[in-house]
Nanobody, 117 residues
Framework: QVQLVESGGGLVQTGGSLRLSCAAS????????MGWYRQAPGKQRELVAI???????NYADSVKGRFAISRDNAKNTVYLQMNSLNPEDTAVYYC???????????WGQGTQVTVSS
């Protein structure tokens, strides 16, 4: 009954910004790790950014300095602020959440981000 609901995707021009949101429902505890992955046409899914329950983060080299991940543990929500977007960022972005105990991983439905040149 746990669900991850994403929002914020859309179409922007090169250099623009978007903020993605992912809210978890059907769960009381906070997830140990929440993050964002993306998959472009013809490519495999790749990690974009993760944030742990204590607030530490990791980013893919391709988005460092442009994207920022954050979370609100009280709302069980994770955000991805995307700045200086370029066409290479075009992909379906998926929210991910992981619990250590009991072990479980959940995925959102995906939201399309398209950056035009």
């Amino acid at each position: 009954q746990v669900q991850l609901v994403e929002s914020g995707g859309g179409l922007v021009q090169t250099g623009g910004s978007l903020r993605l949101s992912c809210a978890a429902s059907g769960i009381i505890r906070s997830f140990n790790v929440m993050g964002w992955y993306r998959q472009a046409p013809g490519k495999q899914r790749e990690l974009v950014a993760i944030i742990r329950i204590g607030g530490t983060t990791n980013y893919a080299d391709s988005v460092k300095g442009r994207f920022a991940i954050s979370r609100d543990n009280a709302k069980n929500t994770v955000y991805l602020q995307m700045n200086s977007l370029n066409p290479e960022d075009t992909a379906v972005y998926y929210c991910n959440a992981m619990m250590a105990f009991p072990p479980a991983t959940y995925w959102g439905q995906g939201t399309q981000v398209t950056v035009s040149s």
